[in-house]
């Protein structure tokens, strides 16, 4: 449960992503955060790693001024272990006022980024469509793919099918092979729908698809406007929930 932000100032906006060894996936990422930055300069804007990257949440909240509270926003697509119980054990063990708030997904506006990748990878009406989503051993972050996948179709008035990376069925490969079966003489172009790049985009590339789109941040891209807003929404949310908590109990 989040705790109250005892706080009069706005609390700190901490964007807490995976982390990745790929150096361009990094650059995305950072790249987002600033972005975040640039479009809220009256917050306190830092970021961290729940994985792979320093520093960890631990290290960034402990590096925020002494007074401020902070509202954690994942920088993750689904709301699986990471946010559930890691963030949650991270941000209870620092003597700060903390809020962790939804995650990022599933949002119209990542379907919207969805549907550009595409059309920048040239996807064309007739293609078979599978979305590469990257797996969760818990339910709840799997059914938030899932749904992300019935939102793209419905977009696109299309069939859309869900692969998962790891830790979830269809595996990504069994999701393409499937879908040569049923339309063997269509092409076969693989929705990304990742963060941004790194190993399992890598993956993602290699299981025999005609087109892969890039992920929703690219390095060489500025981060699209609609992500932008998005982690700002979450964290307007969660500050609101907050209030209203506090209030409650006050």
Known sequence: MPRNVRSAAQPALV??????????????????????????????????????????VATTLGALPDASAAIVVPLLLSAGYHVHVDLQKETAAVDRDTVVSAALGPDRRLVEVLVYRLGQAGYRAGDELVLAAAGSSDARAVEDCREVGRMLAARLGVRVTVGFLSAASPRLACAVAAARIRHPHARLAISTYLMAPGFFFDLTRNVGADLVSDPLLVAAEAPPAGMVDLVIDRYLDAHLAAGRLAAHAA
Request: charged share 10%.
């Open 15 to 56: 964007a807490v992503s995976h982390g990745t060894n790929s150096l361009a996936g990094q650059a995305a990422i950072a790249a987002l955060v600033a972005a975040v930055s640039i479009a809220r300069p009256d917050l306190t804007v830092a970021g961290g790693f729940v994985d792979v990257q320093q520093p960890d």
